[in-house]
């Protein structure tokens, strides 16, 4: 008798059955994130810059309105042109973030470099360069005028930013490491010294000598750098007979406290009335024809004034704040020439805001030092922005390289 063939239900081929390991789990929420943050910017540095530069331009119009009724009749003079700054400035901000592509600016940073001196050389040409102050430190472009050493300082980081990554390997030898540095340094400080702006000479040393640092260059060579830099302001010092009386009146204000140690002695009444809490927005005594550049180079003594220590800490808090946010992109920039740009940026920003709280509180000896985001003038305001745009599109890249 034949067997009885029973029909075999063919086999679903379609059906597959995956086992997923707990590590490709992980690997695929973190690859799913890396798409989600493609060419996003990084938001808390966006946030800490627009805060800093609304309170700067709160503090202006309450610092300045007492010194523009009396000057042009016009308490709000002073605060409209700032007005006018800051959109002009949010635009640079935007265009930098947009398009400011950090390769691009490794490819074109010597011509910058080049043409930043150019224009500090140009200062000292009459009808081209102003004089301030007795200082002729600016230049007439007809539509306005520019500060260019402010320029030179962010392309001193370019030079030093792309020497370090073509050299990365050699940079303990002093041929790389050193002799490189010193020339970009010596003819960046000649046109600042010609102009008799000896705290940008000093900023200049200070960018040259981190950037050294961040590369890898020698200890002793850095040692040796911050020895033979201390003798050079040295020398400067003595030959400069402002710089010489500038240090007698910080050493001691009341010498002079009808000349040199005015302002410092106005600039410490206004911190010390101000108490914890200050005396209230807009409530400030030493803006009122006391204290000299109130809305300028000493916008913080008024910011002590009126909002008091708490107020201070404050602001010093969100400096910190984007300071630390911005090792945060260059730690995660995509490659060594990005990282570098962004720290001597940010950097650059660090000495800024505490050299001119060592000024105001006559911790060094006054220098013509803006606090970033708050001193009035468009020049500068307009660099920092395009600074801080610079960052914000390495921040694009970073997450889409690493994808």
Not at 392 to 403: A, E, K, P
Request: hydrophobic share 50%; glycine share 8%; net charge positive.
């Amino acid at each position: 008798m034949a067997a009885t063939q029973v029909p075999v239900k063919p086999e679903n081929k379609s059906k597959k059955i995956y086992v997923r390991r707990p590590e490709d789990r992980q690997r695929q929420k973190q690859t799913a994130k890396i798409v989600r943050l493609v060419g996003e910017i990084d938001r808390p540095f966006l946030i800490l810059v627009l805060v800093l530069l609304g309170i700067g331009s709160v503090m202006i119009f309450s610092a300045s309105y007492p010194s523009a009724l009396s000057k042009y009749g016009d308490s709000f003079y002073t605060a409209r042109k700032h007005l006018v700054f800051v959109v002009l400035g949010m635009l640079v901000l935007a265009v930098t973030t947009k398009f400011a592509d950090y390769r691009w600016l490794k490819r074109f940073s010597t011509l910058l470099f080049l043409v930043a001196i150019g224009m500090n050389i140009l200062t000292a040409i009459p009808g081209i360069g102003l004089v301030r102050n007795g200082a002729r430190r600016w230049l007439n472009l007809g539509f306005t005028d520019v500060q260019p050493s402010e320029i030179l300082k962010f392309a001193l980081i370019l030079i030093c930013a792309k020497w370090i990554t073509d050299h990365a390997g050699e940079m303990k030898k002093f041929s790389k490491g050193v002799l490189p540095f010193a020339l970009f340094l010596l003819a960046s400080i000649v046109p600042t010294i010609m102009q008799k702006h000896m705290s940008c000479t000093i900023i200049l040393c200070a960018i040259v000598f981190i950037m050294m640092w961040l590369g890898g260059t020698s200890v002793i060579f850095c040692g040796t750098c911050v020895g033979v830099g201390a003798a050079g302001i040295f020398v400067v010092l003595q030959t400069m007979a402002h710089s010489m009386a500038r240090i007698a009146v910080w050493r001691d204000p009341f010498i002079d406290p009808k000349g040199d140690g005015y302002q410092p002695i106005q600039s410490l009444y206004a911190i010390c009335a101000g108490g914890f809490f200050g005396l209230g927005l807009g409530q400030s005594n030493q803006k009122h024809a006391y204290l000299p550049e109130a809305h300028n180079d000493y916008i913080f003594s008024i910011l002590c004034e009126e909002l008091g220590f708490f107020g201070a800490a404050v602001v010093l808090f969100l400096f910190a704040a984007l300071v630390w946010r911005g090792f945060v992109i260059a730690k995660r920039a995509p490659n060594r020439y990005a990282s570098l740009l962004v720290m001597g940026i940010i950097c650059s920003l660090a000495i800024h805001v505490l050299l001119n709280i060592a000024v105001v509180t006559n911790t060094i000896p006054s220098t013509g030092i803006g606090l970033p985001f708050f001193s009035y003038g468009g020049t500068s305001l307009w660099i920092w922005l395009a600074q801080m745009g610079v960052i914000l599109s390495v921040s694009r890249y970073s997450y889409l390289d690493r994808g």
